[in-house]
């Protein structure tokens, strides 16, 4: 694969349970697997995730540089082939259609980035209403002119990410919302509310419900207030089931 259009980062660490699940999904895309390449960027996994996403179809496995998400997403900027840089948590499954719908936006040249929704892959109260709470004030800021460029599935050209200086680590959990004030200044941030990706709301249930809606409250209002969000510590989440 020399030209591949979209590349796809998923930053990993100890993902051993959900690998395997994503990669088969990015590797059953609607559109021609020479479009578009899958890197899997991992920060320092014991689990044997880096081995299981070789053997799951990953184009490219590598260790991350920087630190955190954004970390493992500029590493994936630096060496991705495609024109365009799109992003996925290791939990998340994508519809077959996603890469093709992903392309299509692109299409038009006045985009700089993408930004869809996420919906619960549990159907708990906690899960649904987490996701549905994030997906409402999704919508409503792409009403007003401000897409959140959403770390469970988003797309930026790569051109333009480079030229803003990439993914800021001292924004952490918000890194991905921050980022997108600094995209929109060279062009547009399409939003469509049918794309989506299914993912899980451990991050909700392993910070607790309060806890979570508190800091992405926080984060909101700074975020409409001071046109930034404001940075958080940086801690490394290991989801992984104990052995």
Request: charged residues 30%.
């Amino acid at each position: 694969m020399t030209n591949p259009i979209l590349t796809v980062v998923v930053p990993t660490y100890n993902e051993r349970e959900n690998i395997g699940r994503i990669l088969r999904a990015l590797n059953s895309q609607t559109v021609s697997r020479e479009k578009y390449e899958i890197v899997v960027v991992d920060g320092g996994s014991k689990d044997g995730t880096m081995e299981l996403a070789r053997k799951n179809g990953a184009d490219r496995v590598m260790l991350q540089k920087g630190e955190g998400i954004a970390g493992a997403k500029n590493t994936a900027a630096e060496v991705a082939r495609g024109r365009i840089l799109a992003s996925m948590d290791a939990d998340g499954i994508p519809p077959k259609t996603w890469i093709e719908e992903c392309l299509k936006k692109f299409e038009d040249q006045t985009i700089v980035a993408f930004a869809g929704v996420s919906s619960s892959i549990q159907q708990d109260f906690v899960s649904r209403v987490s996701l549905d709470s994030l997906a409402v004030f999704a919508k409503f800021c792409a009403k007003v002119g401000r897409p959140l460029l959403a770390g469970q599935g988003s797309a930026v050209r790569l051109d333009v990410l480079k030229k803003i200086g990439g993914f800021k680590a001292e924004f952490n959990v918000v890194h991905d919302v921050e980022i997108g004030w600094r995209a929109c200044k060279y062009g547009k941030i399409a939003f469509d509310s049918k794309w989506r990706v299914y993912t899980s709301s451990r991050r909700v249930k392993k910070m607790g419900f309060f806890k979570y809606f508190r800091l992405m409250t926080e984060q909101a209002w700074n975020y409409w207030t001071k046109k930034k969000a404001t940075s958080v510590k940086y801690m490394k989440e290991d989801y992984s089931k104990k052995r």
